[in-house]
């Protein structure tokens, strides 16, 4: 099997996945050190290619992006070094953990990486999280959850809605599992919990904007109606 | 003194005139310290490439703008991310761009769009003439002798999924070979063209 992923590291290199396997091989990726320092190879290589593209940018382009910077936030740099060394380096790659959409239920969702991996995503919900992760907008922001892995979410005023995607080192113990909450004004509300033995979920958030904060606590399945302490990690939106 | 001579051997070798950027890291250092005047900089050195890079992709000029437009702001925003033991900070860049591009080209809503705005765009800049320009930068540029360097299936494969944004399975349709071929043929493409790219 891992063989069988690995062999994607030439699509890979050359951004040739779907989304879908986009974010297995990217996972795969995490777990195997070799693989990455390979795929990172691939990349760099890759990019050469841009060589043999150079055109004459238009004249307007410079002063409207001097501008627009001049409008735009940077983010810090990530402030802790994990021992993992996987970190995204490219915001649009935070953008390809993706998406699969629990169909189970109003307001659940569980996420399988089986599920991502057998491409259960559905053409719609992929076009709608990709459409606020490109939205001209998009602040994205990621914490780190002191379970181990990360947790990113994207949020759009223009479409008025984010994206929380959750990535961890692995499943909590048997019987409990992954929640994420979004918290306006102090109170919390469930976002949906994940399944046992599931870490990984892509989630679309309507409103989201509004929230001040995203929070990811571990509950016991099949999750809670409210976060208990110590929260997992705590994603500032404001 | 005597010894001036020996002073000067030891003196450092100045950059090698072949390296066109030779501070593009210190630069992005700059730029992820808010340094306003390096990004002008960095603007200079890398978006010609960036710029070009998603109008090959795209072949529409006026969405090549708006998506090399919000590559270079997200390169400000996202500079101290930068992870220099991850890869090149071109290569970061164009890395960004790249995956902009091809996420552009592959959205439905977009492609809408691109039938549309390509209508009205080519009244001036005929795709051909896109091709030919595109064609002449190529001759200069040594990736262009490396990717002549590959086999005819692996330089297919490398440039119909890099400068046009298919996708594996589509590479394979479009050439009728076989996905693990395609998946193969990429892989060992790139290395091939890797071992050709750097310098002897």
Redesign the interface.
Known sequence: MSVEIHALVGPYALDALDDVERAAFERHLRECEPCRLEADDLRETAARLADGAWSVPPPGLRDNVLAAIGNTRQVSAPATRSARPVRRMWVAAAAAVVVAAGAAGAGAWTIQDQRVRTAQATAAQEARVRTILTAPDVVLREETLDSGGRVTVASSRLQDAGVIMLSADGAPAAGRVYQTWTIRAGTPSSAGALGEGQSAAVQVIDGLPEANQVGVTVEAAPGATTPSAPLDALVELT | MAEHGRRDHLRPVPASPENPEPDAGSLLKAV?R?D?KA??RL?DLV???????I??VLRD?AQA?EV???V???V????????P????P???V???????A???VR???AAADRTVRAGAASVDTPYDEVAD??AV??ER????SC?DDLTELQRQA??L???Q????PQ?SRLLDVPL?T??????????R??DC?VPA
Do not use: C, N
Not at chain 2, 141 to 144: E, I, N
Not at chain 2, 182 to 191: A, F, N, Q, S, Y
């Open positions: 992820a808010g306003e990004f002008g603007y978006t010609p490439r960036v710029y070009g890079l109008r090959r000029p703008e090399a437009q919000e270079l702001v997200e400000w925003r996202t500079a101290a991310r930068f992870d033991e991850r890869g090149s071109t290569a970061w164009f890395t960004i761009a790249h995956r902009r091809v996420d552009r959205s439905e809503q320009e595109v930068r190529l540029q040594q990736v262009r990717l490398v440039t999924a890099y400068y944004g298919h996708t594996y590479v693990a395609v998946k193969t043929r990429m892989r060992d493409g790139l290395i063209l890797r790219l």
